[in-house]
């Protein structure tokens, strides 16, 4: 799929570095045959990384964030 930090081009980020997020966050797409998935993130915490770039392609399992837990 491709990686999408927000909803359109012209949007702000669902999340950025220093956020913090909770299970019901959206916090990027993936688009993947023609779908946008949001996606949420297992835990509750603050992103602390984001480890793909927007517009990448990535694959299932990778990391795209790190996330560390409250």
């Known amino acids: 799929g491709t990686f999408y930090r927000a909803p359109s081009p012209e949007a702000p980020p669902f999340s950025s570095v220093g956020d ?3 299970p019901t966050s959206v ?3 993936i688009e993947a ?3 946008m998935n949001e996606i949420n993130p297992e835990i509750s915490g ?3 990384s ?3 770039e927007n517009g990448e392609a990535v694959e299932f399992g ?3 964030m ?3 837990p409250r």
Do not use: S
Request: proline share 0%; net charge negative.
């Open 20 to 22: 913090q997020v909770d």
């Open 62 to 64: 990778q990391t795209l």
């Open 46 to 48: 603050e992103v602390v």
């Open 66 to 68: 790190l996330i560390r």
């Open 27 to 29: 916090v990027c797409i």
């Open 50 to 52: 984001i480890e793909v």
């Open 33 to 35: 045959m023609k779908v």
